[in-house]
Structures are given as C-alpha cells and as structure tokens.
C-alpha cells in the first residue's frame, strides 16, 4: 500500500509541476515585454515560476488586486457548487449505474441515457430553468454572482431554489459520469471465474455481490474519480456562466476576455491541481478495496 | 442488482442496431447541410419575414424570432455553419489527437513517457476553458482549431494508451524478433489503425468539437453576427425563452440531434466522454 501511494504521490508531483510550468507560462504573457522576442518571454517566463514558487501570482492587469485575493474570492463558489453537484452525482449516479449496468433493464434505458448524454450543458441549464420557471414558478436567477440569490447555504426556499437550478445542472453532468464508471466496473468483473468458485463454495448470490462484487465496483467509481471531477469543473463552467453564478470559471471567462492572464493563469493552475488531486486521492482509496493480501 | 453475474453480451446487437442509426442520422443531417439553401425558406439573417416572435404554426413551422426571422430557415442556416466549422475541427482533433498519440507512443519509452504526461497535464483541464484559452492567446477566427486542440489531449492520451497496448501485442514481439524495425511497424499498425478505427474516431471527434463549438459559441467566443451557428442562436433566444420557447428550443433540438448521431456513430457507451 505504502509503495503504491508513494508512486502515485510522485506522479501527482510531477504533474502539478508540469501545470504549474504552463500557469507560469501563460501568466508570463501579462509581462510587458514578453512579445519582445523569446529570450524576452523565457526572462518573463523565470519570473513568473519563481513567483509562483512563492505563492505569488501577479496582479489583474484590470483592477490591480493581486490574483491569489481574487482567486481565493472566486474559487470557494465553484468549490462549493462543484461538491453540491458531486452529492448530486452520487444521488442519481449511483442507483442508475447498479440498476441499469446491465440486462433488460439497460437495454431499457440505453436509448434514453444516450440522448440525455448528448445534450450540451448549456442547453440542460436552459431547460431546466425554463421547467423552474414555467412549470414549478420557482424565481430564475437573474444578476450576477451574489445579487442573483446564488449563496452556497441557503437560509430559505428562495435561495434553496435559485441554487438547485445550477447545482442540478453540474451534479446532472456527474451523474452521467458516475453511471458510466460503476457499469463499467460491473461489466468487468461480470462472468470472472471467482464468481464461479464462490458459488461452488456454497455462497449466495447476494452474499457474492454484496461483499466480493460490490467493492470492486466502488472501487471502480473511485480509480474514475478525476474524471468525474473532471466532469464536474466542466459543467461548473458552463452553469456559472448560465446561470450568472460568479465562481472562478466565470473569472477565468471573462479574464480571457480581457486578455488578464495573470489571473487566468492561476485559474487554470487550480482547476488541473484540483482534478489531479482528486485523481491521486481516487486511486490511493480504491487500492485496498481490490488490492490483494501481497499487494497491500 | 444482478451486475456482477449478468454477462454485459445481450448489448451488443443493441450497439450495433444504434451505430448503425447514428450513421443514417449524420447521412440525412449532411443532406439537410447540402441542401439547406434549397430547402430553407428564406436567406441566412433575412428579417422581418414575418410577425416578430410568432409561435409554431402551419406558415411558420418553427415560429419566428425578435427580427421575424423566420426560424425553420434560421436553423438549417446554422446547422449548416455549425458543420462546416467541425469538419475542419474534426481533421485537427484526429491529427493532433488520434495521429500524434499513436505516433508518440512508439518513441523511445522515457521521451514517450514524457509527452504522455504533458499531454495528460492538459487532459486534465476541461476542454472548454482550454478552448476560450486557445482563442484568447489567437482570435474568434481560430474558433474551429481551437476546438480541435482542445479536444485533441484526450484523444492522444486515448490513441496513446491504445498503442502501448499494440506495442506489447504479440505480433509485434515476432515483428521486433525477426528483425523487422520500428518504423515499419509503426507504418503496418497506422494502416491497420486508420483503417478499423478511422470511422468511430472521426465520429468520437465530430461530437467532441461540436459540443465544444456550439458551446463556445453560446459565450461569445465562437460564432460572430451575421454567420449564425447553433450555439449563437441559442444565446440569441436567452432573454426570451422562457416565454418564447421556440426561439432556443428547435436549435437546441438541432444540436442535439448532430451530437447524438454522431455519438451513436462512434459506438459510445450511454454517458461517455466523447
């Protein structure tokens, strides 16, 4: 276990190495003079990996607030809508990926999933607030950020309403990601010869899947944790600009926009960190739950 | 929950029943994409068509928007210039994802090592920020090759993972043992690659750039007035829709046909990342 974790530590350090060497490189393009030539950018390019080294990560070119004030503003909203989303995932993912992972059932409902997975984010969040407002009349947000009602522990049900809206639409894309891993691990381990001797060994079925089968297909779920974070960011940044949510994929948007790369660059920095991370912590948790007595 | 000892087999016939459908379904929407000037009823962007925001009716079939545009029209329009904008997004994400990846993976084993991994650092992004990234550091102009940049990381580390496994199949132990080099190898595996996967990985990348597209579009990276595509029609409609239905949800309803088609082409599994 201890040898497997340090090999997956050392792959996630590399990785956010590599993340922050392209943060620092688009961060060095706010410099003055790095259009000036290469040397120019590689001087501008050192200077911006040492400031990163020093949790320094410049200034807004636009309003001149440093961009760790920024990002620490901006990131805790789509930290937040991402891990409501996440309970949302969980919720639906989880009963449609046992449920339907296999035989009539998935035949049933494959057609459906299908469509569903091919409707862009953007349109499920217009849908879904076209059914808020005209069928259950709940209040649309309109606005930006915290003037649209959108705060993270809602008091009452107005607040509780305009965040469903978004949070639905986030933890929707994760579901579908949630389905697909837990099927996925169900197909694999279907029909696996161990299946066979446990039974012979006088096991039940329900005993079969609930202590030998079960696990792996959890742990399945847990190796496939980044992408389902993964997923998650994605429909983050899409449902706060939708739904006038101001978190840090809206910063990243409209800093773009502006050309402010000493904002977009931590931006970016914090979406690869948080994805890898939540890849390292999926794998080391899945490890015990199919690792062998000499594996562990 | 009989997952663990259901066998995933009685699948397979359904798979390739909707494949099949997928590829009816890009084969009407490339006609429909011929002959949208022909069968639109109006010009691209021609106003005042009819009354301003009338509802479907047998005159109008898909109602019209807040200029009386007449919105049948407006929507074969932009699918139209949704397409034409993926195929040239499609051949990046192939080329940048499928191509390199597989090619990457036959270099010597610690520089194939690296570039994996640099492309994974990007993989790990969502696709869309890289996306508006791309265009920010360039124009909109480049709205079609950004899309297929960014959704090329994926592809690579995929066509990557793939190779690796060619690599240590056994024909290519006997190839490697009879003295045959690398580089024919890697030339008999492109052909065999490109020939049983080009179809599903061309249409894997159609659904991947037209998400990408039409959502660039939707937040004003992408599409720019008067060439309309559907995510851009769709943001159009944003502060009527909720009383003008019509105006979002027939593009809406075009956009998803195009991604389902071609997600149904390529094989995918109900949910998968395309």
Redo the contacts between chains.
Sequence with gaps: MLRFVSREAGKLA??LV??ML?AAA?SA?AAPDAGAGAWHFLVAWGRALDGYAHLDFGHSAMTGAAASDELSQRLPLTLGLVFEGLGIALIVGIPIG??F???PA??A???L???L???????AG??L??IA??LLHWP?PSGSGAAAGLVLAPHDAREMEALLLPVLTVGLAGA??T??SL??A??E???QPW?TQLRRMGLS?WE??TV???PR?FAGLLNDL??VM??L??AA??AE?VFNYAGA?DL??KS??L?DWSI?APV?LA??AL??IA?FVGRCLAFPLVATGADA | MTMAVTSPNGTHALHNALRVAGWIGLGLIAVAVSLSDFLANAPANATAIGPFLASPSPEFRFGTDILGRDLLSETLHALDATVRSALPATAVTLLAGALLGFVAARLPRSLARTVRGLVGILASLPALLLAVLVIGLSTRDWAAVAAGLSAAPFTFVRAFDRARLEERATHSEYARATGISGTTLLRRDLVYEFRDTILSSAARALAAVTLILSTLSFLGFGAVPPHRDLGLMIAAARPYFLHAWWMAAFPAAALVLLILCARLAAGLDEGERA
Excluded at chain 1, 117 to 123: G, T
Aim: glycine share 10%.
């Design positions: 590399l990785s590599g993340a392209l688009i393009l046992l449920l992972g296999a035989g998935r035949r409902a494959a057609p999933i299908q469509i997975s091919a409707v862009p984010i953007f349109c217009l849908g607030a076209f407002a005209n649309v579908a990601a389905q697909l099927r996925r169900g197909a381990i279907a029909g299946q079925a079969i899947e030998y089968a079960m297909i980044g992408a993964l997923a960011f994605s940044a899409v600009w994929a990243f948007v773009v926009a050309r977009v970016l979406f690869a994805t890898m890849d």
